[in-house]
């Protein structure tokens, strides 16, 4: 029974490689009058398909007929024919479009455009035949299964020396299999080099993108373009290997390009002032920026990128924190359309690729863009804003019941400090993106409280002095509040501790506040004395029994 087994498979084998041989490999007339990045495609797919068709018309009934086992022993045999076929086109295609010589061009010396449609046309080359060859490890390794179960069994009638009946052995031994490897090869490196060239070709030509309402370069959304053009494309090839290559590839490629790029600019920006109507009337009338300049640019020109103010790099590294994650879910909704194609362990694999390449460029964009808001901040509180708050008289604020009495709601230059940041942070509204705003926001209240921390510390007051200082903290506060749109009081909390401090009636009192939630105060002990110590009207022997 055995010996007619192995006939009638033979029988099945030699009409089957009859068949396989039959198959057209060279181009049909119409082919060759269409586009030559189509043809190879074209006819590697339809190659595979019909040799596909052939054998998936015998599988069944060689599983019925024959047993198990058999399936394996017939694709085994069958491979070297499929080789053969396949072989002749895709070594065609490689000498055509002289992979190996485009593989070792120098980086500098790379066509982005012709590197572009290579790598397409290689990555629809690859599909097929990885698909291919998934249809065969399938069915083998199904076989394979059901072999083992029945040998178990003692029900095989199919002999396999030992060792040989592994599904993964059909690929190992399969010229095409390797030769769909070093295509995979090329394309990595083909899609490296395209990747950096278009990158570095983007950042050079990069221009101020005058469709946009607030002021930002087109750098961040013609990197994160291309990024997504290559890795939609990497996935095409069916590789979790060349996918992962690619992905890595791009994260590195916004990190170290992209991210590194901005930040340089942002650095060597200058802080000017800008006058947000005036931007919106350049951006109107169509005010391009030529990009041409380096860094080191002496920056007189303002059509020059090098002269542009530090706002435009801090939005667009915002731009680039909100874009991100965009790219993210189309990489990841690619990776789940392709879930019935990748094992589990690949389709794992890859989301843990994406989540860590998009997590480690938002981290680095996050702090690059921080640094750009600090300084942003840092010099819109310095010179007037800080000469504002020195000009407050808190040095010595003890007041009499007349003086205090005769105040106005704040204290005399109060009002001109608001209305200095309430033009400022009007100023930054209208040229930096909402979330840029928001931090920048942050830090420049962060830093006003600074300020005025270290003025009211090196203040005297008496208990009027201090009910006057609580007043004009609060009025800050709630106008600052209203400037920025959100509440700040927790920026200022140290501020409202001190004021309750400085406007207690007798020293011992802090221990109804602070013992009860010292925790939440954000004075250390140190603090909490050195401020009641400002209090002229309190006993030195009071302060100095203090136990805090």
Known sequence: MIHAHDEGLQQVKEFLQQRISTQPAAASEEETDTESDTQFVNRIKRLLNRVAEEIEGFLASIDTHFGPGYTFQLLSELQLSIDACALAIVDEFVSYRQLEEKAQTAEEDVDPQLVDTIASE???????????????????????????????????????????????????????????????????????????????????EDELDTSQEFPITKAVEDVLFICQKCTRRAFLTVSEVTTSSTLNHVGTCMIEDL????????????????????????????LSLATRGAAGDDGEDEHN?????????VNDLQLFLELVPKYKSATAAANERLATRWSSQEHNKLMTVIENNVQEAVEVAQRYRDVGVDKLASSSVSSKLKGL???LPYADFDLSEAAFDDMDDTTEGMYTLIAMIEATVE?????????????????????????????IIGGKYNLLGGLQLEKDMTELSTRVSDAVMWPVTDRFHRINRMCLLLTLDRVHA??????????????????????LTRRVDFDAEDLDKLKI
């Open 122 to 204: 290689l990555a629809f080359v690859i599909q097929p035949l990885a698909l291919f060859m998934r249809f065969v490890d399938l069915r083998a390794e199904t076989d394979v299964q059901a072999y083992m179960e029945a040998e178990s069994k003692g029900e095989a009638t199919a002999r396999f020396p030992d060792g040989s009946a592994s599904a993964g052995n059909i690929r190992r031994s399969s010229k095409l299999s390797r030769r769909t490897d070093e295509l995979n090869a090329f394309y990595v490196v083909l899609e490296q080099k395209f990747l950096k060239s278009s990158v570095n070709m983007a950042l050079c």
């Open 427 to 455: 100023e930054h509204k209208g040229v930096l993106l909402p979330g840029a705003f928001s931090a920048w926001a942050i830090a420049f209240t962060e830093k006003i409280a600074s300020a005025l921390e270290t003025k």
């Open 305 to 313: 990128i090098a002269a542009l103010p530090r706002h435009v790099w």
């Open 259 to 286: 991210l590194s790029y901005l930040e340089q600019r942002m650095l060597n920006a200058a802080n000017k002032k800008v006058d947000a109507k005036s931007w919106q009337g350049q951006l109107q009338r169509g």
């Open 389 to 391: 708050i020195n000009l």
């Open 510 to 531: 802090v221990y109804d506040y602070y013992d009860a939630g010292a925790a939440n105060w954000n004075l250390s002990p140190d603090e909490v004395v050195s401020i």
